[in-house]
């Protein structure tokens, strides 16, 4: 595999594991605001996590 397709499937795998934490910790609570918000908190890891790996192959690929 080359390097940027090792970027590009670790940051996708990076982005469905904050997905689905986030929709576990927004589900599986005990009915308290707080745990929501965690859930809610974590889904918005999954943007930033996108975002840093378009940035990251694009410029990778830029180096070539």
Not at 3 to 21: E, F, K, R, Y
Not at 36 to 46: E, Q
Request: hydrophobic share 50%.
């Amino acid at each position: 595999m080359k390097p940027t397709q090792i970027l590009l499937v670790t940051t996708l795998l990076a982005a469905a594991g904050s997905l689905a934490m986030s929709v576990f910790l927004f589900f599986a609570n005990d009915g308290t605001v707080d745990d929501k918000l965690n859930g809610i908190y974590v889904g918005t890891w999954v943007p930033s996590i996108l975002a840093l790996g378009a940035f990251l192959v694009s410029s990778q690929r830029n180096k070539s």
